[in-house]
């Protein structure tokens, strides 16, 4: 049976972009699969949450976790700073991870343009970290949007790198995975290329969004002036709108929208009244599980009590060989 890990970074409610490039095929390998699903925390601290809000973000993407589908009894669901195993491996790969490398990475790149002013070392090792949750389980699958990718191939590269420095064949290779199919990119609503958090809240509509919110981020999202001829090329805000329709709506809606688009007949508020219409229908159960699970404090911390033993117990085992393979011995 294969091993598959996977997390998500504690920065609150959970995006379409989330859930359609991670949280839904997470609730299907559930099934077949030994799986460890974990709220990255110490991830979020890169970018430095008060600590008000460091344990809200947490719980609402514990409630959004639980209220997707994850099982606690199939999958084992934890929060990423219950496991201090992570940060011992996290050290361990650290001395043989090379600023070169680790500078070169694009996420690290992106943010120093973004947040010059903190450029911080748990974002230049950010990837390491990444690197120790998943080879920490010993895992070979991840599923992943297409921004991780790059992360991927480093966790491959700490991971061969441990094997071959010390002459085992300990860690397995971990591929990003998306049921053969390419990974995907969820684009935002405000014209950007990616649905994302650190984007504003108008450039992502999430799982725990309201109707009346849902509507008004989706009549606010960038369009142009309208095509004046046929076959010309859409412009990325209106290309965004197609790629989310094509996910949220049936294939005659698309099509019918489409077919206007071509004709140039096209009425862009129409067609964002039946995008937010369809995106309602789509997350209408999701947000009354989330409503649900939010007040069932009782049942979250039994889900992340019993999470963290049984993540514990595998992290202990890896971290255990791992300082035997390193060559640390007791007195
Ligand atoms: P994060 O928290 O940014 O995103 C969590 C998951 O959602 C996917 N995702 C998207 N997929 C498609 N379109 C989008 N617009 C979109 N936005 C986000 C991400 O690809 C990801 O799968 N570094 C990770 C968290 C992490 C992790 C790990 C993941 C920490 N340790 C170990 C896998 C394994 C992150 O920041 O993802």
């Known amino acids: 049976m294969d091993i598959v890990v996977s997390g998500i970074r504690s920065t609150g409610n959970l995006h379409l972009g989330n859930y359609f490039g991670a949280l839904r095929n997470f609730v299907k390998m559930q099934e077949t699969n030994t799986c460890f699903f974990f709220i990255a925390d110490y991830h979020s601290l890169t970018t430095h949450p008060h600590p008000d809000d460091l344990h809200g973000n947490v719980k609402k993407a514990l409630v959004d976790f639980l209220a997707s589908g994850l ?8 929060i990423q700073s219950d496991l201090p195993e992570v940060a011992e491996l996290y050290l361990l790969l650290n001395m043989n991870a090379y600023l070169g490398e680790l500078e070169r990475c694009t996420s690290f790149k992106e943010k120093i343009r973004t947040q010059p002013e903190n450029i911080n070392a748990g974002l230049l090792t950010y990837p390491t970290l990444m690197a120790a949750d ?15 990718e790059q992360h991927l191939e480093m966790t491959r590269t700490f991971a061969n790198r441990f094997n071959r420095i010390y002459g085992v064949d300990y860690f397995p290779e971990p591929v990003a995975f998306n049921f053969g199919e390419d990974l995907i990119k969820i684009p935002g609503l405000d014209g950007s290329m990616k649905m994302s ?27 142009d002036t ?8 859409r412009s990325q805000g209106v290309e965004n709108l197609f790629s989310l329709m094509k996910i949220m709506s049936t294939p005659e809606t698309l099509s019918y929208f489409e077919e206007a688009y071509q004709q140039c007949t096209i009425r862009y508020g129409d067609m964002k009244k039946q995008l937010a219409e369809d995106v309602i229908r789509f997350t209408a159960p999701f947000t009354a599980r989330i409503n649900q699970l939010q007040a069932d404090a009782p049942y979250l911390s039994r889900v992340v009590k019993q999470g963290a033993d049984k993540a514990r117990e595998s992290a202990a085992k890896t971290i255990h060989e791992v300082r035997e393979i390193i060559g640390f011995k007791k007195f």
């Open 134 to 148: 998943i080879i920490l389980h010993r895992a070979h699958k991840v599923p992943v949007g297409k921004d991780q």
């Open 71 to 78: 099982n606690p009894e199939k999958a084992t669901l934890y």
């Open 197 to 223: 958090k650190s984007e504003g809240d108008m450039n992502a509509i999430y799982l725990a969004d309201s109707p009346e919110v849902i509507r008004k981020k989706v009549m606010r999202a960038v369009t």
């Open 226 to 233: 309208g095509p004046t001829a046929p076959g010309q090329p």
